[in-house]
T-cell receptor, first 116, second 112 residues
Framework: AQSVAQPEDQVNVAEGNPLTVKCTYS??????LFWYVQYPNRGLQFLLK??????LVKGSYGFEAEFNKSQTSFHLKKPSALVSDSALYFC??????????????FGTGTLLAVQP | DGGITQSPKYLFRKEGQNVTLSCEQN?????MYWYRQDPGQGLRLIYY???????QKGDIAEGYSVSREKKESFPLTVTSAQKNPTAFYLC???????????FGQGTRLTVV
């Protein structure tokens, strides 16, 4: 069965410091991995995805994520955090097994708080 | 202006009533999804549809129903059988399997 784990409910970081939001996954076959961000009372906005190819994926707003197959991880990173990055971040996974639509499964979310 | 539109943004329901949440997309996407979001539980899949006139139950389908009569539309009905309907409901769509999903702005449903 597919699953996603975001082990930290909240991550606190000072503005200007690097940030990491962790995600690990379990899926049959090769994974399709996604990161989304959600601001209060809004829908989710797509940040980046890994389908195949380079393990380091670059996305919107300066975010990037590193796919690590041996550790089944897809951590979100940014070299220098901004106060405006404060939001709820979701990792999601879908398997590549053929046949019927594969469900997009989300983690429980990590609240990122960037202090000025 | 392309995207996914959910309406209404806020909805109040009396106990025992059915309500229908609207989701419309003009992205020409095949797949559409409904998720429920509760604090601390992330997003849970209610129903999804790959194609017109076809849909499958997600992980928490009990007390909900959907239809997919048009490619652009995927309305969700919260029935009186849903024991705890107060939540934030999100609709999404994607071209198909390995592509990202795009989300609407959500509908906050409150039972009064």
């Amino acid at each position: 069965a597919q699953s996603v784990a975001q082990p930290e409910d909240q991550v606190n970081v000072a503005e200007g410091n690097p940030l990491t939001v962790k995600c690990t996954y379990s899926v049959s076959g090769n994974p399709y991995l996604f990161w989304y961000v959600q601001y209060p009372n809004r829908g989710l906005q797509f940040l980046l995805k890994y389908i195949t190819g380079d393990n380091l994926v670059k996305g919107s707003y300066g975010f990037e994520a590193e796919f690590n197959k041996s550790q089944t991880s897809f951590h979100l990173k940014k070299p220098s955090a901004l106060v405006s990055d404060s939001a709820l971040y979701f990792c999601a996974v879908r398997g590549d097994y053929g046949g019927a639509t594969n469900k997009l499964i989300f983690g429980t979310g990590t609240l990122l708080a960037v202090q000025p | 202006d392309g995207g996914i539109t959910q309406s209404p943004k806020y909805l109040f329901r009396k106990e025992g009533q059915n309500v229908t949440l609207s989701c419309e997309q003009n992205l020409n996407h095949d797949a559409m999804y409904w998720y429920r979001q509760d604090p601390g539980q992330g997003l849970r899949l209610i129903y999804y549809s790959q194609i017109v006139n076809d849909f499958q139950k997600g992980d928490i389908a009990e007390g909900y129903s959907v239809s997919r009569e048009k490619k652009e539309s995927f309305p969700l009905t919260v029935t009186s059988a849903q024991k705890n309907p107060t939540a934030f409901y999100l609709c999404a769509s994607s071209i198909y399997q390995n592509t990202e999903a795009f989300f609407g702005q959500g509908t906050r449903l409150t039972v009064v």
